[in-house]
């Protein structure tokens, strides 16, 4: 109609009521930003126990501990030898077997080679003194007859043997301490020590009793050269045990022309051991 105004029409629209908010009830209420922790209560803790100090006397005499070892261990163990370095020797080691003669080393030390030892036997008095008395003489010190049987005692007894008669050669001055009965005695006492007492093995019984490779690296003395026509054979030794060796042609014709001799020192590394089964 004219005159009146349109009126908008009125919204039916009602907005929805306010949604109460969702609770937590394992989440802690958030924090305000001025929000410091109360500091934890400080606790007082005891004083550790300290043991018991005792005042011992300086002039008072201390009594060593009892030894942990075996009285059969204490009782066979001896005084290592003192050590000389070849330094201080130098100027006594002689290279010629007058040389040798003249300062008074007998004629068999000087003819003695690693296969003759092993059945050398010394003149003592009236009789003579080889392996087998030596084994009696160590059983009469202490060792055990199990531990050293007649194998160990041959064996040894060569090696102890061409040593002294190696030393006596070469320092001529004292050979006297190195050419004697006394002196082999007190090296197999010592490889009995060391093998049966302390449980040390040299290179070459480890390799042969398959605890160790053969391939390591070790320092071998050749003890017996056999040139024969059709082939050569070579001994090597440890000092303690030794094996058979088979040359290539290098190490053959080495030995045949004499740059390589009995008691020359090899250096091996990567070497093969045949014919022993395992362990």
């Not at 061409?162 to 070469?170: D, G, Q």
């Not at 026509?229 to 088979?246: F, K, N």
Request: include cysteine.
């Amino acid at each position: 109609l004219p005159g009146l105004k349109r009126q908008a029409p009125r919204s039916t629209f009602t907005p929805p009521a306010k949604r109460p908010s969702i609770v937590q009830p394992f989440r802690s209420p958030a924090k305000p930003a001025d929000y410091s922790p109360a500091p934890l209560p400080v606790r007082s803790r005891p004083p550790p126990k300290l043991p018991p100090v005792t005042v011992r006397n300086s002039a008072a005499k201390i009594q060593p501990e009892p030894s942990k070892k075996s009285h059969s261990a204490d009782s066979l163990r001896r005084d290592k030898p003192e050590r000389r370095s070849l330094r201080s020797v130098a100027d006594q080691i002689v290279t010629t077997v007058q040389e040798a003669t003249a300062l008074g080393v007998p004629q068999e030390a000087i003819a003695i080679t690693a296969k003759t030892a092993r059945e050398f036997r010394f003149a003592v008095g009236t009789g003579h003194w080889g392996w087998q008395e030596a084994r009696q003489t160590l059983i009469v010190r202490g060792c055990v007859p199990g531990a050293i049987p007649d194998a160990w005692v041959h064996n040894h007894f060569r090696w102890c043997v061409w040593n002294a008669a190696s030393y006596a050669r070469r320092l001529p001055a004292t050979w006297s301490s190195f050419w004697s009965v006394e002196a082999v005695v007190d090296r197999l006492w010592r490889r009995y020590e060391r093998e049966h007492l302390l449980g040390q093995r040299s290179a070459l019984k480890r390799i042969l009793e398959a605890d160790s490779a053969a391939q390591q690296p070790m320092i071998l003395v050749v003890s017996e050269v056999d040139c024969a026509r059709d082939a050569v054979r070579m001994e090597v030794t440890d000092g303690w045990y030794a094996v058979t060796t088979s040359v290539d042609t290098v190490l053959e014709r080495a030995l045949r022309k004499g740059k390589l001799r009995v008691g020359d020192k090899i250096a091996c590394i990567g070497a093969r051991i045949n014919g022993v089964g395992e362990g």
